[in-house]
């Protein structure tokens, strides 16, 4: 992995690489359309006045780095018009940008998100399991930082891993409001000095479900704030090919030393659960027309009730209906709808089959054929 100070070839990606300099002008010097997903952790204006100290007087290690301070609202307001500008020139048709801040910055950043054309699908809530308590006593604990998602422009068709994410949480649907910890213990990087290499480290964890459920393997991921590289080294696992910018050399030098440290996961276990939206659509004739199933053989509703024939044009006949596995099923069972895929089975050496498992494997087999 090398660093670069400027992105020369017009036509090529500098893939797995930390770009160092602005992010605007090296996001600019890359080419149009050519990323799949951003990840951004901009610079939140967090405005801090003054030192903030515990209640033993020891001071706290607040974020007051020159990179987080902006003269006003409006110089703020321009430097992040400007940057999402350039990523939106960056992202793919199909692209989509997450952005991650505090009530300090996530509202105007939202608002500069629509006024350039993305257009947002959801707001995410990071909710801390183990937050920095408010040491003042004057207001709530400030346990959760806001995530902003959004696609390039409305009816992109966006990549989004409903399923995976469903698998990632037990089996339930993934909701909007996300527990994890905040980065600490061995996970916290540290500089020559021995202290924190940087002062809004991102988890593991959060960029993991990130990456997980919003691209594929392959997929190219920037990060125009890298900061320590926690974005690379994720995607480095995952088997996402990924592009750092930063300005500060000791981030970069942090970043560098860490992603060169970093085991990608075995490829056959990248590929996530996908989509049943998503799976090619095989017709129940299918299976009639390649002899799985024949014309005159009995199909049972899975809680045994009902029964029903096969047809040679792949519609079913019982009790004096006839129609498509959906609609024979939602009949018998007098309901407004029915999945016949899941209702319907099929006996073979005294076993009873679903349906969906011959669909299954016409799917397998379609899978594996050579594009």
């Known amino acids: ?174 909701r909007s409001d996300w527990v994890l910890p905040i980065c600490n213990g061995n996970e916290r990087l540290k500089d020559d000095k021995g202290e924190k290499a940087h002062p809004t480290q991102k988890p593991i964890s959060l960029l993991h479900r990130v990456l997980v459920g919003s691209t594929k393997p392959g997929d190219v991921v920037l990060d125009p704030f890298f900061g320590t590289g926690t974005t690379g080294a994720v995607a480095k696992m995952l088997g996402r090919d990924w592009i750092g910018i930063e300005r500060e050399a000791a981030y970069r030098k942090v970043a560098t030393k860490r992603i060169a440290e970093v085991r990608p996961f075995d490829s056959s276990c990248l590929e996530v659960t996908q989509s049943k939206r998503a799976a090619p659509r095989v017709p129940f004739g299918q299976l009639v027309e390649r002899g799985m199933l024949m014309p005159g053989d009995e199909l049972w509703s899975m809680n045994g009730r009902h029964k029903a024939k096969v047809r040679a044009d792949g519609t079913l006949i019982g009790d004096d209906i006839k129609g498509s596995i959906h609609q024979v099923g939602a009949a018998l069972e007098n309901a407004p709808s029915c999945n016949g895929w899941t209702y319907w089975c099929f006996k073979r050496d005294g076993k009873t089959v679903p349906i969906d498992v011959l669909r299954q494997q016409i799917r397998s087999e379609m899978e594996e054929r050579p594009s």
């Open 1 to 174: 992995m090398t660093t670069m100070t400027k992105q020369k070839s017009a036509g090529a990606l500098p893939l797995n690489t930390i770009l160092s300099g602005d992010c605007i002008e090296a996001m600019n010097s890359l080419p149009e359309a050519s990323v799949d997903l951003i990840f951004a952790d901009p610079p939140y204006n967090l405005q801090l006045k003054g030192d903030l100290h515990r209640p033993d007087n020891s001071r706290v290690d607040a974020v007051d780095d020159h990179w987080d301070q902006f003269s006003s609202f409006a110089a703020y307001d321009r430097f992040t018009q400007d940057w999402l500008k350039a990523a939106r020139r960056l992202l793919k048709p199909d692209g989509a940008i997450w952005v991650i801040g505090s009530y300090h910055n996530i509202f105007r950043v939202g608002a500069a998100l629509q006024n350039e054309g993305y257009w947002i699908l959801n707001d995410v809530i990071w909710r801390k399991a183990n937050p920095m308590p408010n040491f003042r006593g004057k207001r709530f604990t400030n346990a959760h930082e806001t995530m902003i998602w959004a696609s390039k422009s409305e009816g992109a068709k966006y990549t989004f891993n409903y399923e995976a994410l469903k698998a990632l949480n037990e089996g339930i649907q993934m």
